[in-house]
């Protein structure tokens, strides 16, 4: 079992990410296809509260787990950290069971509270359904992420990692082969090929966690596991107390988030149906909003994912220094990342929406719609993580409180006067919801901002340098996109036409961004001459340079 460097645990976590983030993405075109609309709600009812739960019961536990392993190990208080691992699985045990009892007893009423009186689409019974199948992943994920934290925190990285991407590839392969069989070879109902679907988390995670237990029954040397250590000073008190204090501004981030999502999916549904729309749209809507078009915008949501990984460490190394000017740096240097990469991506994606959501899921009107808007909530939910990460990195963890509530606040207070408004001003009422979530993250950015420039004296010059120098770039490639559009011919009742269609205006959009951005020095003043340089030699195989 090989402990890994910072860099190279860095790169071993975002791979893993961006690998277990694009499987979740593709999985969705063969299963969306197969279960049809009624099975995607349905589906997304019992995803949606899984996660949920599974934030209550994980959040901030491992991240806690792998900081006080770590803060024992360097001590070297052995006894302490192996009890303290004892001691946070008990505890995520006592708490899986607990929430697992809670959605598989009260699965009628949760249903009912999410469905309400809508009337023509999934009943309470089929959501009850498949939420009780789901339930018993809360009794196998929780421990899988405590094993994992204990792993990390031993700066073992790779075998968490691996784990991560045993888990996804089980799961979908249980979700995509049980939802054929179900309903192709043995011709079983909706509710139960879509309860065999959802049931996939749970084989995952045991599979995931007879990997993990495996290595570190046979590394148990290497992990302390093995030896009776004299009994440190630390007492068992003292442990549940640091494991609290570390989860707590995690636990507090998650459930906020949690039940925003939640909150998103009962009222868009509730308000939906109000407004007098078909129960088959409403719920079409809603799941789309919620999970359909978010697993589009996952592989956008990744670059700032996977970009936290080194840029906590990096903004505490700087801040442990006073060196506020590197902090400055460092957050401005995140920013603008996000900023060049997202931006067209998002615009990309949405002038392309037609066609990529008939790729994912086939042709709908109000589904590629939807896309169309709220990719752009990615580009809005990167620079709330950055912000978020960083104000962490900073202990800063009364405004990292401040800006999540505020704005899950705001969502929520904005979420049905902007359906209504829009539905008075003859727009697709849940277009509002999209806009109430953007408004959401927007009021936590600000907040983020002010707060960095007060405490900090951030100044956030060079970002807005680069807001107006993307202009340029993004509208050759807006140019080039619409112009290609009106010539090439697409046929949105075909998947391969569309593939075509997507991937030819994709790439020729791409390269028309870059091209134009590196010609106006923008990508040399955002990554830096020489990591630039590196870049084109790489691709050109040495052959061009960046004079």
């Not at 082969?177 to 509710?191: D, W």
């Not at 590196?518 to 955002?526: A, P």
């Amino acid at each position: 079992m090989k402990k890994s460097n910072f860099l190279e645990g860095t790169v071993i976590a975002t791979l893993a990410i961006i690998i277990t983030k694009i499987m979740g993405m593709l999985y969705v075109i063969p299963f969306y296809s197969l279960v049809g609309e009624k099975g995607s709600e349905l589906y997304a009812y019992a995803y949606n509260i899984y996660i949920i739960f599974l934030d209550i019961s994980t959040a901030g536990i491992p991240i806690a787990m792998s900081k006080i392993i770590k803060e024992y190990s360097t001590l070297n208080m052995q006894d302490a950290k192996v009890r303290a691992y004892k001691i946070g699985k008990k505890i995520i045990n006592i708490i899986s069971i607990i929430i697992f009892l809670i959605l598989f007893i009260f699965a009628e009423f949760i249903a009912s509270f999410i469905i309400g009186d809508l009337q023509g689409g999934n009943s309470i019974s089929d959501v009850a359904f498949v939420i009780r199948f789901v339930s018993f992943a809360i009794l196998v994920v929780p421990i899988l992420s405590i094993s994992r934290g204990y792993l990390q925190g031993h700066n073992i990285i790779n075998v968490s990692s691996i784990s991560q991407i045993i888990e996804q590839i089980v799961r979908i392969l249980i979700m995509l082969g049980g939802s054929f069989l179900a309903l192709k070879v043995f011709n079983l109902s909706i509710k139960t090929t879509i309860g065999i679907a959802v049931f996939g988390a749970c084989a995952g995670g045991i599979v995931a966690i007879f990997y993990v237990l495996n290595k570190i029954s046979k590394n148990k040397e290497i992990l302390g596991l093995k030896k009776n250590y004299k009994k440190d000073s630390i007492t068992n008190k003292e442990i549940v107390k640091k494991i609290i204090y570390y989860a707590i501004p995690f636990i507090i981030i998650a459930i906020a988030a949690s039940i925003n999502n939640f909150a998103d999916m009962v009222m868009i549904l509730n308000t939906l149906d109000f407004l007098k729309m078909d129960a088959s749209k409403v719920e079409f809507a809603t799941t789309a909003i919620t999970t359909w078009s978010p697993k589009i915008s996952m592989i956008i949501n990744s670059i700032a994912i996977g970009m936290t990984t080194s840029l906590i460490p990096t903004i505490v190394g700087a801040y442990a220094k006073k060196d506020y000017k590197e902090v400055n740096n460092k957050f401005n240097k995140a920013i603008e990342l996000i900023l060049v990469t997202s931006i067209p991506m998002c615009i990309g994606i949405s002038l392309l929406s037609d066609g990529i959501w008939t790729i994912f899921y086939g042709t709908n009107k109000t589904g590629s719609m939807i896309l169309s808007v709220q990719i752009f909530v990615s580009l809005f939910f990167n620079i709330y993580t950055i912000t978020n990460s960083t104000l962490q990195g900073l202990n800063k963890f009364k405004t990292v409180y401040l800006s999540a509530i505020l704005g899950f606040t705001t969502n929520i207070i904005c979420n049905i006067p902007f359906m209504i408004l829009f539905n008075y001003l003859g727009l697709p009422p849940y277009i509002g919801a999209i806009i109430s979530t953007a408004t959401g993250y927007f009021v936590s950015i600000i907040i983020s901002f002010m707060k960095l420039k007060k405490d900090h004296k951030l100044k956030y010059t060079e970002i807005f340098k680069t807001l107006k120098d993307i202009l340029i770039p993004t509208v050759c490639m807006i140019v080039i996109v619409e112009i290609l559009k009106s010539f090439l011919k697409v046929s949105l009742a075909s998947k391969i036409s569309c593939t075509f269609y997507v991937g030819i205006i994709s790439i020729i959009g791409g390269l028309t961004y870059l091209f134009v951005a590196y010609k106006t020095k923008l990508l040399e003043r955002v990554i830096g001459k020489n990591y630039l340089q590196k870049i084109i030699k790489k691709l050109t195989c040495h052959k061009v340079s960046n004079n």
